[in-house]
């Protein structure tokens, strides 16, 4: 005898539940296509990316996995379409994984002996895209190019930094977190994985604003910004610079900011009034766009003097 309640009588209980204040998530299955309606006819197509390496020390540390998903979307509203195919493989790093990390991702040195990514199908599989995204764009860019240099071709995007998660009310951005938030779980911390997972909440509307994650995300990605470097600037400064929004940068010695471009003059005369009370000084002005923002490369640099 079958004891089980029907599908209508499920649903009644997870309302009932719901209504008293309980929450529940679903098992995520990855999606072919996120819209039944016809596509516009100028779809692009970027690519969500996720690795898993030995450790978080990009002088020392590799890859071991590298996880790809390709889609089309529409670069006006953000919506996405047909997603195109999935990319995984693993690499053999050749240094032990250490134990704390493969509690993280389930990634040992057995499974990863004697495997290596193959760069011909890397390259292929990014050739067509217009954007790579990560969820830490900081992180995985650089183990990227520095494994595979022609990724310093292609514009990314983070979305851990470049959509207001918390701002948004969803107090976190951690992607397992936000995952939770829009309704359901999965298994994380594998590559492709979290991919397939980050473009779901992608393709979800932000609670305040009712703006589409994507369609933000590509927003700030698009911005110009200038990184400006207060070369020289007085010691006593120091405050003024850092409640305006400046980082000190140890390994230059030096303050340093970046602002949208679009605020280059006023941000100049703001330095010369409060930082250098209004004698001559030099800025170093670094371009900063999707083609180099969260890489270790540098922008265009030039110095100018005030």
Known sequence: MNNSPSASEFDALLQLLTAHGYRFTRQFTPRSSYSKSPPPKNLVKAIVLDTETT??????????????????????????????ETFNELEDPGIHIPPETTKIHGITDDMVCGKKINDVAVQDFISGASLIIAHNAKFDRGFVEARFPFFESKAWACSFAQVPWTEEGLGSAKLEFLAYRYGFHYEGHRASNDCHALLEVLQQELPESGVKAMLRLLENARTKEIKVWALNSPFDSKDALREHGYRWVADRKTWAASIPFALLDEEVEWLRDSVFGGRPFQLELEKIDAMNRFSVRRGEVEVLRY
């Open 55 to 84: 450790g978080t020390d990009g002088s020392k540390d590799r890859i071991i996995e590298l996880g790809m998903v390709v889609f089309e979307y529409c670069p006006i509203s953000g919506q996405a379409y047909r997603v195109l």
